[in-house]
Structures are given as C-alpha cells and as structure tokens.
C-alpha cells in the first residue's frame, strides 16, 4: 500500500522531521528529477533556499535501475563494488558508461540551472533530499559533493529508503531522515500513488518559484 500520495505530499511529511534548531544556515538540495518536488516542500518549510546537487547513477548493462555506482559534479564517484562483481561488469564496460553519464550530467546541469549560480554551502547544513534511496549510491556521491564545496554538516532526507542505504549513509552523513524504512524494499515507486517521471521543465520551474 502507498504511503504518500505523490512527491509533494512525501516532502511535507518528510519536513515535519527535521528540527530546524538542529540546522545552521540551511541549504536543501534536490536530487534531479525526482527529488525537486520532495525538497521544494522541505524548503519551504524550513524557510531555506532551495537549489540542487546533480548526480547520475551508474546503471548496470543487464538492469539500468540497479545502480553500479554514481558520480557527481566535480568528478566526485561512489562504486558499489558488490554490485559490479555480481553483474560482472568489466573496468572497460564501467568506464564508458561513467563516460556517457558524465556527459549527461553536465547537460542536466547546465539545463536545471538555467544560468542560476549554484549556492555557497560553506560553512552551513547541507540538506541532501531525494524521492527515495534503494542502493544510496546517488545520495553518497551527493553527500561527498556538499563536503567538498565546503558544508558544515550534511543531513540526507528521504521519504523512503531500504535498511542498506540507511547504513550506508549514516556512516557518510551527519545524520540520515527517513520516515518509512521497510524491512524488503520493492522499489521507492511503490511508496507513491503517482510517481510520475519529471521533465526537466518541471524541474526548472520548481526551482525558479
């Protein structure tokens, strides 16, 4: 049964769990696409700026949706080496796919912004928010992104997340935020009654409002 109603509802929810005095200087990041919505709620309530951390997931050749790793701007990458060696991934096969997600990721980048500078973290909390975390693979290449552009702290929020992400990232991050953290995740989609795939469009006009 679905626990929220779309991605917004998801990011009200998911707000209620962040103690704002616990937040120096705020900044909430969404993950592209999907984490906009859930992180324009967030923003809203903690009064903070909203921006985004783009990051791409390396997905296998056999399944794209499970994910090898994820890079992030500035070079940044995580490897799920357990997931390589079971989908049996050659170092060859790895490098053209991070070769082709690089490009995308430069291209989400420079469309998302919109010629917006990307806001100052140094010194303040990070607020890495995305729709869900199956692996955690994106959030951890994201919460490496924040400290190396200078973040104080840095808190991942999700609405949803399996136990493993959950473990994951509580040894990357200063803390991790998940209402609901099933014992078997099926997939983050399954959380959601809509669920839809966000055009770039959208997420422009979230972040311009």
């Known amino acids: ?22 937040l120096l ?40 949706e499970l994910a090898l790793g994820a890079i992030g701007e500035g070079d940044v990458r995580v490897l799920n080496h357990d997931v390589i060696a079971a989908e049996r991934v050659s170092p060859e096969v790895l490098r053209r796919i991070e070769r082709t997600e690089r490009t995308e990721l430069q291209r989400r ?3 998302l ?10 010194g303040r909390t990070a607020v890495i928010v995305d729709d869900g975390m199956a692996t955690g693979a994106s959030a951890a290449v994201a919460a490496q992104c924040a400290r190396e552009q200078g973040a104080a702290s840095v808190i991942v929020a999700v609405p949803i997340a ?21 014992p078997l995740l099926g997939g983050v989609g399954a959380a959601f009654e809509d669920f839809h795939q966000l055009t770039d469009a959208e997420v422009v006009n979230l972040l311009e409002q």
């Open 1 to 22: 049964m679905a626990q929220y109603r779309d991605r917004c509802a998801a990011g009200q929810t998911l707000a209620g769990w962040l103690d704002p005095a616990q």
């Open 25 to 64: 200087d705020p900044v909430v990041l969404g993950l592209p696409r999907g984490g906009v919505p859930v992180a324009a709620e967030v923003a809203t309530a903690l009064h903070a700026p909203l921006d985004i951390i783009v990051v791409r997931k390396l997905g296998s050749p056999r399944n794209p």
């Open 109 to 111: 980048a420079h469309v």
């Open 113 to 122: 912004r919109n010629r917006r500078t990307p806001l100052s973290l140094v």
């Open 162 to 182: 399996s136990p493993e992400a959950m473990r994951l990232l509580e040894y990357l991050t200063d803390a991790v935020v998940c209402p609901y953290v099933p």
